[in-house]
């Protein structure tokens, strides 16, 4: 969701404000060509640039600037998308000269395009009154539904209809804004909704006119940055659907992501009901909590002295990031007790690691029969330098589990998962069987590399269920898929999950580099030879999420890698073919006899499991309201029974997975052989 209309990004900046971006070193024109041989290097299929590239690096900048088309022209963006193949040779010979006039004719036409973006939201905003009656009425005449082939909306035609889908950019906002804050706030403050609205969208198109967030332009070597990181975005995203080029706070947020870890404050800062912006949160045993001199519902006056009142959080985001162990300044303003004036507080706080638990496994039980059934929901595959990882979380989630009684039935959540580190996906699957080939990667380099678990050690070997979705994706893909190839868990979820079957190295997690970019450096199998490419890990019993009817998946995606689902020889027999000679007698002593073997139970039974869930959800009236498409309450928060441990769910598709595993609980019951 990169689209400038899509404020949604503003409601959820927990980690935001307190990440500290790595310093780094300003880019250049000439780093285009240099950062770009450093990709084709890696990359697993293209290795020189093109014509092809370049007709995609177009498409990218359009889209990057303009995803919902609110406001270039049809007829402005054709002599860029449909370039001719002279055009693209006269692009390609500029390329290899260092020289991008082409990008900066586009950059032009986008600057131009603003400006008259600003106007047409100018003359909107001046009759505020005409706008919110507008939403009150429920009036919209936006043209949702004419879309291209690669699901995108077409562009406008004329300046009429950008100014159409400009106001119903607007009422979208206002209708966002009565919902958080309450109609009767948001109408007796139209100028200052509206106010707020223009500070969202200009924070980014500034940076496509070059201008700096106070108002001023942009120094040349800050232009040259822009222009620069805009053209490598632009040309990595032409390779395929996962190589990417991204800023320092891109980078950053992805790196907290895979490590799950932050160095900050610890504090979220959201948009106040009465504006400006407030303390939404403080993150136990961060510098904020600890120091007592912060608290939630604080109105942010000042950062390091630079007033932030009538700023985004995106801009306050910017400057409360810093190294780790330097210290950043507070001033925040906090309401009085009864009868008493607010007061202002002046806070310094020195930044520090911070670890991010709330995206970690996540525990629930409940009772069934003898024992309990447990439910382990893991959001990323990531590894901390500090010696948290997904592995050991999951493990001890088990292990708490086992604690708490006799556990039965065990369901993996990877639902919203899309990934993260290769090597932690690997171990996570090592947990559920013995010993065995988890996933191999074919690299760009003609290499095979075979990725094993070797600790000869289970964690968990009853019926157990992977939970999955649309959303799915890359490392949680490799775990869903392995297990399903030992016959070790039941796929359970939509008919298939994302399907992204490559491998990016990244050098966010590097110290080294002047770039940060991640790249598509092969693709992977796993232990039966097959790959999730294009086609997904398909589900055992299918039971939709809330994403079956959104087109979710890379076959959705620009450019993506392949369209075909490959196959390479199965490794269940492991041949140990790549391990050096030295090492085979220890594998042949300690792994090869503990070679996990296939199991058949879940195939054998799989018809019942699907018979009996298919019959439960056409009784499901809810669910079945779902699958017609009419608004449900499909994922609310669990509930707990006060004084209870049993959980009150209204996820109808984890209600599904339950009953789905307890059904495969009485057939393991029934299947065990008598003493």
Same mark, same amino acid.
């Given at each position: 969701?990169?689209?400038?209309?899509?404020?949604?990004?503003?409601?959820?900046?927990?980690?935001?404000? #307190?990440?500290?971006?790595?310093?780094?070193?300003?880019?250049?024109?000439?780093?285009?060509?240099?950062?770009?041989?450093?990709?084709?290097?890696?990359?697993?299929?293209?290795?020189?640039?093109?014509?092809?590239?370049?007709?995609?690096?177009?498409?990218?900048?359009?889209?990057?600037?303009?995803?919902?088309?609110?406001?270039?022209?049809?007829?402005?963006?054709?002599?860029?998308?449909?370039?001719?193949?002279?055009?693209?040779?006269?692009?390609?010979?500029?390329?290899?000269?260092?020289?991008?006039?082409?990008?900066?004719?586009?950059?032009?036409?986008?600057?131009?395009?603003?400006?008259?973006?600003?106007?047409?939201?100018?003359?909107?905003?001046?009759?505020?009154?005409?706008?919110?009656?507008?939403?009150?009425?429920?009036?919209?005449?936006?043209?949702?539904?004419?879309?291209?082939?690669?699901?995108?909306?077409?562009?406008?035609?004329?300046?009429?209809?950008?100014?159409?889908?400009?106001?119903?950019?607007?009422?979208?906002?206002?209708?966002?804004?009565?919902?958080?804050?309450?109609?009767?706030?948001?109408?007796?403050?139209?100028?200052?909704?509206?106010?707020?609205?223009?500070?969202?969208?200009?924070?980014?198109?500034?940076?496509?006119?070059?201008?700096? @967030?106070?108002?001023?332009?942009?120094?040349?070597?800050?232009?040259?940055?822009?222009?620069?990181?805009?053209?490598?975005?632009?040309?990595?995203?032409?390779?395929?659907?996962?190589?990417?080029?991204?800023?320092?706070?891109?980078?950053?947020?992805?790196?907290?992501?895979?490590?799950?870890?932050?160095?900050?404050?610890?504090?979220?800062?959201?948009?106040?009901?009465?504006?400006?912006?407030?303390?939404?949160?403080?993150?136990?045993?961060?510098?904020?909590?600890?120091?007592?001199?912060?608290?939630?519902?604080?109105?942010?006056?000042?950062?390091?002295?630079?007033?932030?009142?009538?700023?985004?959080?995106?801009?306050?985001?910017?400057?409360?990031?810093?190294?780790?162990?330097?210290?950043?300044?507070?001033?925040?303003?906090?309401?009085?007790?009864?009868?008493?004036?607010?007061? #202002? !507080?002046?806070?310094?706080?020195?930044?520090?690691?911070?670890?991010?638990?709330?995206?970690?496994?996540?525990?629930?039980?409940?009772?069934?029969?003898?024992?309990?059934?447990?439910?382990?929901?893991?959001?990323?595959?990531?590894?901390?330098?500090?010696?948290?990882?997904?592995?050991?979380?999951?493990?001890?989630?088990?292990?708490?589990?086992?604690?708490?009684?006799?556990?039965?039935?065990?369901?993996?959540?990877?639902?919203?998962?899309?990934?993260?580190?290769?090597?932690?996906?690997?171990?996570?699957?090592?947990?559920?069987?013995?010993?065995?080939? !988890?996933?191999?990667?074919?690299?760009?380099?003609?290499?095979?590399?075979?990725?094993?678990?070797?600790?000869?050690?289970?964690?968990?070997?009853? @019926?157990?269920?992977?939970?999955?979705?649309?959303?799915?994706?890359?490392?949680?893909?490799?775990?869903?898929?392995?297990?399903?190839?030992?016959?070790?868990?039941?796929?359970?979820?939509?008919?298939?999950?994302?399907?992204?079957?490559?491998?990016?190295?990244?050098?966010?997690?590097?110290?080294?580099?002047?770039?940060?970019?991640?790249?598509?450096?092969?693709?992977?199998?796993?232990?039966?030879?097959?790959?999730?490419?294009?086609?997904?890990?398909?589900?055992?019993? !299918?039971? @939709?999420?809330?994403?079956?009817?959104?087109?979710?998946?890379?076959?959705?995606?620009?450019?993506?890698?392949?369209?075909?689902?490959?196959?390479?020889?199965?490794?269940?027999?492991?041949?140990?073919?790549?391990?050096?000679?030295?090492l085979k007698s220890w594998y042949m002593k300690y792994y090869t006899p503990t070679l996990q073997h296939q199991?058949?139970?879940?195939?054998?039974?799989?018809?019942?499991?699907?018979?009996?869930?298919?019959?439960?959800?056409?009784?499901?009236?809810?669910?079945?309201?779902?699958?017609?498409?009419? @608004?449900?309450?499909?994922?609310?928060?669990?509930?707990?029974?006060?004084?209870?441990?049993?959980?009150?769910?209204?996820?109808?598709?984890?209600?599904?997975?339950?009953?789905?595993?307890?059904?495969?609980?009485?057939?393991?019951?029934?299947?065990?052989?008598?003493?």
């Open positions: 969701m990169t689209g400038c209309f899509r404020w949604v990004l503003l409601l959820l900046v927990f980690g935001g404000v #307190t990440l500290s971006a790595q310093e780094h070193a300003k880019l250049k024109i000439q780093d285009i060509q240099i950062t770009m041989q450093q990709i084709f290097k890696q990359h697993v299929s293209q290795k020189e640039m093109s014509d092809a590239i370049i007709q995609n690096s177009f498409r990218a900048y359009i889209d990057q600037f303009d995803p919902d088309r609110v406001y270039l022209l049809d007829s402005e963006v054709q002599p860029y998308l449909g370039i001719s193949n002279a055009g693209l040779t006269v692009v390609l010979d500029d390329y290899k000269k260092n020289q991008f006039p082409k990008y900066t004719e586009l950059n032009t036409l986008i600057q131009k395009a603003i400006e008259r973006s600003r106007k047409i939201r100018t003359d909107l905003e001046d009759n505020s009154q005409d706008l919110f009656k507008a939403y009150v009425q429920g009036g919209s005449d936006e043209d949702d539904d004419v879309t291209d082939p690669n699901l995108k909306k077409k562009f406008a035609s004329t300046v009429d209809q950008l100014q159409k889908r400009i106001r119903h950019a607007l009422l979208k906002f206002i209708a966002g804004e009565r919902r958080r804050f309450g109609a009767e706030h948001v109408d007796v403050r139209q100028k200052q909704t509206l106010r707020t609205f223009e500070n969202i969208v200009r924070s980014r198109e500034d940076v496509y006119l070059y201008v700096n @967030p106070d108002g001023t332009p942009m120094s040349q070597v800050d232009k040259d940055n822009i222009f620069t990181l805009h053209v490598l975005k632009a040309l990595a995203n032409g390779l395929d659907a996962h190589t990417t080029v991204m800023n320092p706070d891109e980078a950053y947020e992805m790196r907290v992501r895979l490590e799950q870890e932050v160095h900050g404050i610890g504090v979220g800062i959201v948009k106040g009901p009465q504006g400006g912006l407030v303390v939404s949160q403080l993150v136990p045993g961060s510098p904020a909590a600890k120091s007592g001199l912060v608290n939630v519902n604080d109105k942010l006056l000042e950062i390091d002295g630079v007033s932030v009142e009538h700023d985004t959080p995106e801009r306050a985001m910017e400057l409360i990031r810093g190294k780790k162990g330097s210290k950043v300044s507070l001033k925040l303003q906090r309401k009085g007790g009864t009868g008493e004036a607010d007061k #202002t !507080v002046q806070v310094q706080l020195i930044r520090q690691d911070i670890a991010i638990n709330q995206d970690r496994a996540k525990v629930m039980s409940e009772k069934f029969g003898s024992g309990i059934i447990g439910i382990v929901k893991l959001d990323t595959f990531y590894q901390s330098e500090e010696g948290w990882n997904s592995e050991t979380d999951v493990r001890d989630a088990i292990h708490q589990l086992d604690k708490e009684g006799n556990l039965r039935g065990l369901i993996l959540d990877l639902r919203d998962n899309s990934g993260g580190f290769l090597a932690q996906a690997v171990k996570v699957a090592g947990l559920f069987i013995t010993n065995g080939v !988890v996933v191999i990667s074919k690299y760009y380099n003609g290499e095979e590399h075979f990725y094993r678990d070797v600790d000869g050690k289970i964690s968990y070997d009853g @019926p157990l269920i992977i939970l999955t979705s649309k959303a799915t994706a890359s490392a949680a893909e490799i775990v869903a898929q392995a297990l399903q190839d030992y016959g070790v868990a039941v796929i359970v979820g939509d008919e298939h999950t994302y399907g992204k079957g490559t491998i990016q190295s990244q050098t966010v997690t590097s110290e080294e580099g002047s770039t940060y970019f991640k790249v598509t450096v092969g693709e992977y199998y796993t232990v039966s030879g097959k790959t999730p490419q294009i086609n997904g890990v398909k589900a055992d019993v !299918v039971v @939709p999420s809330y994403y079956a009817h959104e087109n979710i998946g890379e076959e959705y995606l620009d450019f993506p890698l392949s369209e075909k689902n490959d196959k390479i020889a199965s490794a269940y027999n492991d041949n140990l073919a790549d391990v050096s000679p030295n199991k058949t139970i879940w195939r054998d039974h799989m018809s019942t499991l699907q018979k009996n869930s298919s019959y439960r959800l056409s009784q499901n009236s809810r669910y079945q309201n779902f699958l017609q498409g009419k @608004p449900v309450a499909f994922d609310d928060p669990v509930r707990y029974e006060e004084g209870s441990s049993q959980p009150i769910r209204s996820d109808i598709q984890l209600d599904e997975a339950v009953n789905i595993l307890k059904d495969m609980i009485v057939l393991e019951q029934k299947n065990r052989p008598m003493d």
